[in-house]
Each structure stands twice: as C-alpha cells, then as structure tokens.
C-alpha cells in the first residue's frame, strides 16, 4: 500500500478513530522503530504523527506496528480487564486492502517497501 493512497489514508483515519491502542514507526531511513505511542493523528494531509515521535511524512513511513491488546485499569486490587482487538484491526486492515503481517500478537502494516 502506498503512503499515498486513499487505502493508507482510510487506514490512518480509521486507526485514529480507536486511540486505545499503542502504535509505533519505522521510517525508510532508520533500522529500528520509534517507541510505542498511544496517540497517532494526521495533522495535515501528508503526514502522520505519533505521539513518540512528532510528525513525520507519510511517504517516509516504512511499517506501522500496532498492538492490538487493550489494558483497562480496574483498581489497586482488582486486576486489570485485558481485550484483544485483533479480529477487529485486521478486518479493518483487509477492507483497506493493506499489507500486513501479525508476529507474536503484534500487527505489522506495510507502507512503504
């Protein structure tokens, strides 16, 4: 999927329509990827911005991870509730036509190649 297609662009808006979930990046130019956010928006139309990083340009972004397993904290002695989404981002993903790959519950969204 191209940084640059409506499919990517779906794909962003829907992301951002759940901020529950904790996101992170690799750019073209690094070997590694950014610490994980939990806030990715689209300031303005060609970029993206999580949290951890500020904002970058679409077309940079190699791979987005998202972790798809949501922690809600219940109390000091009630253990926290635990959702897995998974199901629910890859039919997003699939509707957008992207890329991805799922490794050890962690969801890989291929952008760039």
């Given amino acids: 999927m191209s940084a640059n297609s ?19 990046i690799k ?13 990715m928006t689209e300031p303005v139309n060609g970029y993206i911005e999580p949290m951890s990083t500020g904002p970058v340009l679409k077309k940079d972004v190699q791979l987005i991870e998202i972790d798809p397993v949501v922690k809600t904290r219940k109390g000091r002695l009630v253990p926290d509730a635990v959702r897995d989404d998974l199901a629910a981002i890859e039919s997003v993903l699939k509707k957008a036509g992207a890329i991805y790959r799922v490794n050890d519950g962690i969801i890989c969204v291929t952008v760039c190649e």
């Fill in 27 to 39: 750019l073209l130019s690094d070997s590694e990827f950014s610490s994980w956010s939990k806030l």
């Fill in 6 to 24: 409506e499919g990517f662009r779906k794909l962003i808006v829907g992301l951002l329509s759940t901020p529950t979930y904790r996101y992170r």
